[in-house]
Every structure is written in C-alpha cells, then in structure tokens.
C-alpha cells in the first residue's frame, strides 16, 4: 500500500469535489460445515473476479452528494450481484476504513456486512443474472480461510493472485479485526497485516 493514506471518515468525506468516492464490501456469513469433513470452515467470504482479471470487492464509484456513500454502495452492490443484494442493506456501522491514493485524487470506502448463510448462498446463486455479470463482474469466489496439511493450500495459495489496489490488505485486516480466522494463524501464514 506504498503512497497510500489512511483517512478518517469525516476527513475523506470533506475532500472537495475533486475527489471520487469509490465504496467496496466484503460480505461474510458464518459456515459451520467442514471441508473433506475434517477442515472447518468457519466463515464464507466473497470476493470477486473483476473485468481485469483481479480480485477485488464488489462495489465501485459513488456520488456522495447523490443519496450518501452508504445508498451508493448499495446500488452498486445490485447492480454487480443482482437482486439478492436488496434483501439486506450495507450501513454505516458496517464502515471500516478510508483509503486515499496517490495521484489519481481517489478514495476508497471499505465495508464489511455480516450476512446469514442462506443470504449469502442467494448472492452467490443470483450473481449470474446481476446487470454488470460478465462485463465489470466475471465471477464470484469464496476465500479459502484455511490452509492444508502442505502449508501451502488454501489462504496461503489464494493470496498469491492479483489484487486490486488495496483489495488484499483490506481483505487481511478484516479476517483479522473481525476474527473471521484462527487467531494467529495470518502471523502462521507469513503474511503481515497493513499498518
């Protein structure tokens, strides 16, 4: 995350009309199944794989003026997962973090929304039919939040792809704050958090 800044809310939201506002959510539901029966899982993450070939978070570029970020996310979120996506709403209270980037005079809104498996299984079943499928979205992904007996498998292999600008330490601070993992076990992956 070379050049870029950690913003307070207020202060990224004061910014000036030179600046873009651009909201992702991470969207999570707890899983109580085990992998092959033996490897728990703990948590369903999503991510998804985006029109350039990275992962990223779904979401995109709002209008602060035009309903707030909040109201924005989640027209994008509809708009990039389709119809299941209305049947939960992503508030304020599930803001985590503000980045701005060098440059290119953009800020990125990061947001985590716990969902109910069945939520989360309708996303997944409903993507395919969502207006941006197959152009700006070309699939969702779930996060491996496990590693296999190579050391290798599982979230160590799965952070090895490519990630949208700060797509991948959002993603390690979150399984972190909200313990979505083992405790311990991101420092076991030899990965560090962002500072």
């Known amino acids: 995350m070379a050049g870029i800044r950690k913003l307070e809310l207020e202060e990224a939201l004061v910014l000036g009309s030179g600046w873009r506002h651009a909201c992702h959510a991470l969207l999570y539901a707890p ?8 490897i728990p899982l703990r948590y369903a ?8 070939g990275r992962l990223g978070f779904p979401g ?12 924005g996310l989640n027209r994008e979120l509809t708009e990039e997962l389709g119809e299941a996506a209305a049947d939960f709403r ?6 985590r973090s503000s980045h701005a980037g060098p440059g290119a005079r953009i800020v990125a809104h990061f947001y985590a929304k716990r969902l ?23 699939g969702l992904v779930r996060v491996p939040l496990y590693t296999l007996r190579d050391g290798v498998g599982g979230l ?15 993603l390690l601070e979150a399984l972190h704050d909200l313990e979505l993992v083992e405790p311990g076990s991101i420092t076991a992956w030899k990965v560090s958090l962002p500072r």
Do not use: C
């Not at 160590?156 to 959002?170: M, R, T, V, Y």
């Open 31 to 38: 899983d109580p199944r085990r992998l092959f029966g033996r």
């Open 45 to 52: 993450v999503l991510m998804q794989m985006r029109f350039d």
């Open 60 to 71: 995109g570029f709002v209008s602060v003026q035009d309903g707030g970020l909040e109201a």
């Open 90 to 95: 992503v508030e304020r209270a599930d803001y």
């Open 116 to 138: 109910t498996l069945e939520q989360l299984v309708a996303v997944e079943m409903g993507a395919p039919r969502a207006k941006d499928h197959g152009l700006e979205v070309l």
């Open 156 to 170: 160590p292999a799965f952070l090895e792809n490519s990630f949208i600008g700060s797509a991948k330490e959002q």
